[in-house]
């Protein structure tokens, strides 16, 4: 991970000290392809219907869990925001008068900066998931894909 | 973590040799306290209208985070489903005939055990969020709370 942590505040934003050992760990199960490779092209949210097509794909030796995914028609995608920073507890994201807590925001900033969008799926092609909703760098980081039903977004 | 990767598998299952070594590291933020203590009595979906309340505990130092988020009557919650084994890529929870996909389900049982749900929020007190709609066991660690809005569930 790069250390962003010494990168300047902007007006009302606070920084925590990080706790010195971690509780869990995770693997990465795949990589997004997206059309965007820096962060000021991103959307600030992903669009399922308008959005372009992206690309998700799963690393071995996790491919057999795509079985029977293609019964769905959107899914739920966890990734992982590697360049951003993790310890601002408050954020100031459009340069206003007063800090929002990082909870009450989707910021990719945040102690474990895990995102979910629930995406539109267009098609299976083996290993690779066709998508239309994402709003993330390529080369993402995949950490999850479940099954979406309206009610548990 | 208990190790549950020795656990007999139910027909059609399929597990995977576990990658050497990891790619990111979490830390848990809280804890959330729920009715349940047993794995059996979770319901098998959270319910934000007429499930049970339930608590969120932020830990130190993340409570300023919270600025804010009383503004949102749904938060997402990611939770970290510590008794779950994480080597399976086929499942067969109703021993049917046949497995399906990790990936294509929301069992706690994946590479990456983050359960993730849409809660209503009832009252902020303190470092504590009174909720509902959640589904896991009491004492289930905490990875992140973010501000919901319809469209990005």
């Not at 959005?51 to 028609?73: A, K, M, N, V």
């Not at 507890?89 to 945040?110: E, I």
């Amino acid at each position: 991970m790069t250390d962003l942590s010494s990168d300047p505040l902007r007006p009302h934003e606070q920084a925590v000290p990080l706790p010195a050992a971690f509780d869990a760990q995770l693997w990465f199960i795949g990589r997004i392809r997206t059309p965007w490779t820096q962060r000021g092209q991103c959307p600030r949210r992903g669009d399922p219907v308008e959005g372009p097509e992206c690309r998700i794909e799963l690393f071995e030796p996790w491919t057999p869990g795509l079985t029977g995914i293609q019964r769905h028609d959107h899914v739920q995608v966890l990734y992982w925001m590697d360049r951003a920073r993790r310890d601002l507890v408050q954020q100031n994201p459009n340069y206003g008068d007063r800090a929002t807590g990082t909870f009450a925001l989707r910021s990719p900033v945040r102690p474990n900066p895990v995102a979910s969008s629930v995406v539109r799926l267009l098609a299976v092609e083996g290993p690779v998931l066709i998508v239309r909703g994402l709003d993330c760098l390529d080369g993402t980081p995949l950490v999850d894909i479940k099954a979406e039903f309206g009610n548990t977004r």
